[in-house]
């Protein structure tokens, strides 16, 4: 049995000592909220937090946090002060060190995972999870909090992003009729070459100069773009000899391009995208074409997963993912205030600042709704 520590002062629990044990049994991995999964570890705590969430709203005061150390000094409605202290590198050191001992099998079929983990001598099954719905939310989530200029030359974009979970740096190359990654991420070095299907064919329609109103498509499957010019004839340009920039703001893609077309000429190509949506939109489908297996051996998942571009085979070291968690909370320092329903933060992570308000109404339904959905 594995025992996780999470136990802020005595006057928080108004006990002694409060220690949170986690049994990673058949009610933790069927947890399919913040809620269900708190009670995996331990019911009490469980009705204690969504007390606490209940009253929030009503509740003035302040959160101090150093070094991912958050501790609170908050006074209820009803007079009861609210202290305590939180460790979240600690906390989530603690998860890896689980993780590390952690072995089992994962399955992925038509996007439905299933999975049997055993951690320290208890062994549990996940329920068939659909990860559609969970995937869509997580890129839309992770797409319009990218504020970046990505160039791209010779059909290749290249990566240097900061993102929630860690930095993302390589190569993404569409042209030459295959999709070539080369890419260091918080899940490890994804390396891939896939080809495009013959239907991976996607129209578009712009206005040049000279010429009016055009409708064309970018076949990467043939590694060109196809625009037919009527009296003009038909023009066809490698993928290979675009270059330009994609300007990436509030889930906006906002491409700026210059597209050859023959004797020293190029003609300016600018557009806007709902990026966000439609890649949110792409991935849940994509998923659920999904199918494949894997094998976790002492907190590293190694898998095999076939998908409509191909085979993808790759490592992800959950033991280093969830560390890196912990030194990212450990570079957290500021203040939430907390008054009138609002939480407002002043903040700042190895990410930036963040600044902003949380309605304090919202905590409690937050925490029963679901992460993702069982089947």
């Known amino acids: 049995m594995a025992s996780t520590d999470l136990s802020p002062n005595q006057d928080f629990f108004n006990e002694e000592e409060a220690v949170v044990e986690f049994i990673p049994n058949e009610s933790f991995f069927s947890s399919s909220s913040v809620l ?56 989530l050191r603690g998860f890896a060190d689980l993780a590390a001992v952690s072995d089992g099998t994962v399955t992925l079929n038509g996007g439905i995972l299933e999975a049997a983990i055993a951690t320290d001598s208890q062994t549990a099954t996940l329920p068939p999870v659909d990860l559609s719905a969970a995937a869509s939310a997580f890129v839309l989530d992770a797409i319009n909090a990218i504020d970046a200029t990505v160039p791209f030359a010779n059909g290749a974009f290249t990566l240097d992003l900061a993102t ?6 390589g190569t993404v190359d569409v042209a ?12 490890g070095q994804l390396v891939a070459d896939i080809d495009f299907q013959e239907d991976a064919v996607f129209p578009f329609a712009m206005a040049l100069p000279l010429v009016g109103d055009i409708n064309g498509a970018v076949d990467f499957n043939s590694g060109n773009i ?9 023009l066809s340009v490698p993928i290979s000899a675009v270059s ?54 002492d907190g590293i998942l ?13 490592t992800f070291d959950v033991v280093a993912f969830t560390n890196q968690g912990a030194d990212f909370f450990a570079g957290i320092d500021g203040v939430i205030d ?28 937050a925490l029963e709704a679901p992460v993702a959905g069982p089947i």
């Open 338 to 365: 907390v008054s009138g329903g609002i939480a407002t933060a002043s903040l700042t992570t190895p990410l930036g600042p963040i600044d902003g308000s949380v309605d304090l109404a919202t905590v409690a339904p």
């Open 36 to 91: 269900t999964l708190l009670t995996a570890f331990d019911p009490d705590f469980a009705d204690l937090v969504a007390d606490l969430a209940s009253a929030l709203p009503d509740a003035t005061g302040q959160i101090s946090v150093g070094d991912g150390l958050f501790d609170a000094n908050l006074l209820l409605a009803d007079g009861t002060a609210l202290t305590g202290t939180f460790d979240a590198p600690t906390t």
């Open 226 to 234: 196809m625009v037919p010019l009527g009296v003009y004839g038909d």
């Open 302 to 314: 190694d898998a095999a997963i076939e998908s409509p571009l191909g085979l993808f085979e790759t």
């Open 164 to 169: 929630a979970l860690g930095p993302i740096s």
């Open 244 to 297: 330009g920039s994609l300007n990436l703001a509030d889930g906006l893609a906002s491409l700026e391009a210059s597209v050859p077309v023959g004797s020293g000429l190029s003609l300016p190509v600018a557009t806007e995208l709902a990026i966000g949506p439609l890649a949110s939109e792409y991935v849940a489908g994509f998923v659920q074409d999904l199918n494949g297996t894997g094998t976790l051996t």
């Open 176 to 187: 030459g009729g295959d999709l070539n990654l080369d890419l260091a991420t918080p899940f």
